[in-house]
């Protein structure tokens, strides 16, 4: 069954308590038809620079307790709750992903904001035994957490949603006003969401401006972001190039960085290799394979190759490819002409190098626009685009290697280390690549894409510093201060 998209979503920038029109707006469209969902207004240099003053004077003067921190997350929550329908039609509509994965996130992001609830009421700070050094007996010191003050929290087009509450749900759970930054292919569901934290912001009696949000180009917004004085923390996930430029321009502001990955999953002969195959498929088919911790490599033992493909083939050849707003939908549309068009690129490349196409490799034409269907390859060696290179696309390129010792320098043969994943029932096996897999994440009988909203998440090397996970990011949002109490002096 076939269900309507989305239409004429007419957004606005959310400036100190606010909704503001501009003079210049841009179409957002839906990216397996082309049809327009709605649009958003283009904030300048000036609105931004409004929208990061109002956070800061909300952020001084905010007197939220973390009770009242508590409830206007709650009432958050409850609010996208209440419209989770309507949301995760609106997400769908603007992203292109399959309508089954836009109520997965839409629920997982009615999580996230319970999860960053609970955690305002959890910043605890500890006491400090000063008696551990000679001559500090009669001394003590305690810690205690304090916001930062104005967080911006830029997102990108893949999870519009619920990475957008990974960011705002505890930067307010940790005292903080915010300015949200969504992608300008995605902005319309967080929208939707900072509509919801306004109505909550007006329920608990917190300041105009505690929630911000402002839309348009990237340039014009982050560079705003970027150089504002008041601006104490910048959230971002996206691109390693962007990535890269913000640590080299941030000064001393606190930084979040979610980036990309050339995730691994390894394969091996002691697992149940049809299972397994499943997982594997569904890790790099998932959001048509745009998913920073997407399966983007499987590794297997040559001996086994052969079976493993088959299974790869049969698992691929089970998904269904068409109209995201059909129930029966895998795989549907990614979100634009240049993600599509980059994955058609990197797909040709590696077959030019001498990849075997296993199943699929067919795109655009009859499927859609920017549709490319699941695509086993074999016979990919380390030095193959596919390999090497993020795919962000509905690819499976399997490598094949002698022994787990290469099988564990090719899943580091890499300049990310975001998340990997290894299938063995072998505990000797799965230890070493604990250890020895230089990611942020190594998950044991499940593939790289595995992620759960409170746990911590973020990679090494080129995949980022910091970690998101609401525990965690509230961390980075906050800071320590030491409170000593010493002998004061008789009158």
């Known amino acids: ?67 009242e921190r508590y409830e206007l997350l709650m009432e958050t929550a409850a609010h996208l ?18 309508l089954v994965e836009s109520e997965t996130e839409v629920d997982r992001a009615v999580q996230t904001l319970r999860l960053s609830a609970e955690e305002a009421k959890r910043q605890f700070g500890e006491y400090v035994p000063m008696d551990a050094q000679r001559g500090f007996a009669r001394d003590h010191c305690f810690t205690q957490h ?79 972001l970027l150089e504002h004085e008041a601006v104490e923390a910048i959230s971002f996930t996206g691109s390693t190039a962007v990535g890269k430029y913000l640590a080299a321009n ?75 707003f059909d129930q029966a939908t895998d795989v549907a549309s990614m979100v634009d002409d240049d993600q599509f068009e980059t994955v058609v690129e990197l797909y040709e490349a590696t077959v030019e190098a001498g990849a075997t196409v296993e199943c699929g490799g067919n795109y655009g034409g009859d499927l859609g626009p920017r549709t490319f269907e699941p695509t086993v390859l074999s016979g990919v060696t380390p030095d193959m685009p596919a390999a090497n290179e993020e795919v962000f696309g509905p690819l499976v390129p399997v490598i094949s290697v002698p022994d787990f010792n290469a099988a564990i320098a090719e899943a580091n043969n890499t300049d990310y280390g975001l998340e990997a994943g290894i299938f063995t029932q072998d505990i000797d096996r799965a230890r070493r690549a604990a250890d020895e897999i230089d990611a942020g994440g190594v998950n044991v009988n499940t593939v790289s894409g595995f992620r759960a909203d409170h746990m911590p998440y973020g990679g090494f090397k080129d995949s980022g510093v910091g970690k998101e996970g609401i525990k965690y990011a509230v961390e980075h949002f906050s800071r320590q201060k030491l409170v000593g109490f010493h002998d004061g002096f008789n009158a």
Request: glycine content about 10%; some cysteine.
């Open 250 to 324: 941030s000064g001393m502001k606190e930084l979040t960085l979610e980036l990309g990955g050339n995730d691994p999953t390894i394969v091996w002969d002691d697992t149940d290799i049809e299972a397994a195959a499943e997982q594997v498929v569904g890790g790099a088919c998932s959001n048509a394979g745009q998913v920073c911790n997407s399966v983007e490599r499987v590794i297997v033992p040559e001996h086994i190759e052969r079976e493993v493909i088959e299974a790869l083939v049969d698992a691929a050849e089970s998904l269904t490819v068409g109209d995201p």
């Open 81 to 98: 709750e209440d419209e989770a329908e309507s949301v995760a039609r609106l997400l769908t509509s603007e992203q292109g992903k399959p």
């Open 146 to 224: 304090e916001p930062l003050g104005v967080v911006a929290a830029i997102t990108p087009f893949n999870f519009p949603l619920n990475l957008m509450v990974h960011k705002v749900g505890p930067a307010l759970a940790a005292g903080n006003a915010v300015v949200g930054k969504p992608a300008s292919n995605t902005p319309l569901v967080s929208l939707k969401l900072f509509e919801f934290l306004e109505e909550a912001r007006q329920e608990v009696g917190a300041p105009s401006g505690l929630v911000n949000v402002v839309t348009g180009s990237g340039s014009t917004t982050g560079d705003v």
């Open 1 to 67: 069954m076939s269900l309507e998209r989305t239409s004429g979503y007419e957004g606005a920038l959310l400036v100190d308590g606010s909704w503001i029109d501009t003079g210049e707006r841009r179409d957002v469209i839906h990216p397996y038809d082309g049809s327009v969902v709605g649009s958003i207004a283009l904030a300048d240099r000036e609105q931004v620079v409004e929208a990061v003053e109002a956070a800061d004077r909300a952020a001084e003067a905010s007197e939220l307790s973390a009770y």
